[in-house]
């Protein structure tokens, strides 16, 4: 399938070992794979100096294709993607997770699920469609109590998994390297064969798509004397053929492919979900660490961006907007501003199209994402029934990259608080969705916004001071001294007492101001104005100064104005729409 139509054919699936740190994943793999790739088994200087995986490492194991694979010789050929468990390294894990069909979460045995093996399951539950936990290190157990331990742990891991897309999946327990990374070589790991039989079992045809647009995810680059650069990486979409050109859009520039190899066998054609190392000339390495190469100008590189979005549930605490974020993007994590917006309440039931974003319809800013636990903003009240949240089908975010990243349409997206502290007991993964719009202009502000019809409902409230005639009263408590009146003239308002008024000017200097009342004020209401302004005049008759503290203590119930506009979030003009 692989390496052109006459080989025999070798499916490759891409199983990614996830877990805690010293969980045992590289001792795992190491126990799983026939063949190490260039990247494999901590071959990185500071992975060995320190004794943890940095960096993704692959590996393969190859073995008969399973009957449920379909009919005919071939190979089952398992790429291994050996994750790094420190918790700072979490970007690298979300990079990895992207190109992993199969997800392996190994558990110490001896501690059970920990911080990270937590947020590798939530990575794995964004990403991955099947998972087989491995229960590693069993033979730390004494042998006398093994049984009943792993049985214990089992139905344990069977309730963390309950309510998630993984219940109900395979667990095995294993000890990769018996006796600890000291131990001799000789030492047989223990269950590996059963796991390897399981995977099979587990093993699907991923869906491949040779046609679009070439796009792989590099994550080893390096030089080979007498050849060339070598960039190491699974291709993500499309395929790729000798003497194609490819380019590298995050440095502009476009290489021809000279040789390819795929686990140290020759290839001419690799495509969607194999591991394969490139070949170009006159590239230096160190330029290109890890990163995307693609069809030449396929990729964009944007500045912001619109993606449809949902909460991660274990995340604690509210997502506001405003707020930076650690953002994952393609293969790139860098911070990023978040501003949260909803349909219009009217909306919030309808089904949205999956994928598309529709610029022609409004939509309501929101403080911030929508959920069972957030405060009601004053907009969204207007639709609660007997006090609880109406939570939208769909949301979205604006996100503002402080710098620009390089990546394909419709990506993951992963919004995540590293700051956090890595000791303390929590998910760092805030929210994950689909890239669905970016915005590849510089000044996107002022080329790009005003197009997006994000808006904000304000409410003022002022009072009525006095009347004037039948058709006309003073109001008051609406704007400050130095407010502009005249912007707001011709705007709707309307009195607690249900008459619709519109704002007509100022009156002095002091922010009140004359509304007129086209259908005339009803006669209970200048009745209660009249009763009100006179027990005023009263108690101001004395001293003037009293004059306001007598309107604020009186007892008639006054007359509100409640003033209701919308005003477009990102309208350059800041006009104000009544419906």
Known sequence: ?????????????????????????????????????????????????????????????????????????????????????????????????????????????????????????????????????????????????????????????????????????????????????EAPESENPLGVSELIEVLKSQAYLPSRDPSGHFLMAVDHCFSIKGQGTVMTGTILSGSVSLGDNVEIPALKVTKKVKSMQMFHTPVTYAMQGDRVGICVTQFDPKLLERGLICTPESLHTIHAAIISLKKIQYFRGALQTKAKFHITVGHETVMGRVMFFSPAPADFNEETQENLFDFEKDYLYQEEYLSKDSNSSEENKENDQAGEIQLPRQQWALLEFEKPVTCPKLCLVIGSKLDTDIHANTCRLAFHGVLLQGMEDKNYMETFLPKLKVYKLKHKEGQVERVMDDYSVIGRSLFKKETNIQIFVGLKVKLSTGEDGIIDGGFGQSGKFKIRIPDGLKPDTKMLLTVASKKKSKAGKGDPSKEDESSKNDSAQPVTISLLFKRYVFDTQKKMIQS
Do not use: W, Y
């Open 1 to 181: 399938m692989a390496a052109g139509p006459a080989a025999p054919r070798v499916l490759n699936v891409n199983v990614g070992v996830l877990g805690h740190i010293d969980s045992g994943k590289t001792a795992l793999a190491r126990a799983l794979s026939t063949t190490g790739s260039t990247a494999a088994f901590d071959r990185a200087p500071q992975s060995r100096a320190r004794g943890i995986t940095l960096d993704l490492g692959f590996s393969c194991l190859r073995t008969a294709l399973p009957p449920q694979l379909g009919p005919g010789p071939g190979e089952l050929q398992f790429t291994l993607v050996d994750c790094p468990g420190h918790a700072s390294l979490i970007r690298t894990i979300i990079g990895g997770a992207q190109i992993i069909d199969l997800m392996m979460l190994v558990i110490d045995v001896t501690k059970g699920m920990q911080t990270q093996s937590a947020e590798c399951l939530v990575i794995g539950q964004i990403a991955c469609q099947k998972m087989v936990v491995v229960l590693n290190k069993i033979d730390l157990l004494p042998e006398g109590k093994r049984q009943s331990a792993i049985e214990k742990m089992t139905k344990k891991m069977q309730k963390t998994l309950e309510n998630t897309k993984f219940c109900g999946c395979p667990i095995v327990a294993v000890a990769a390297k018996p006796g600890g990374p």
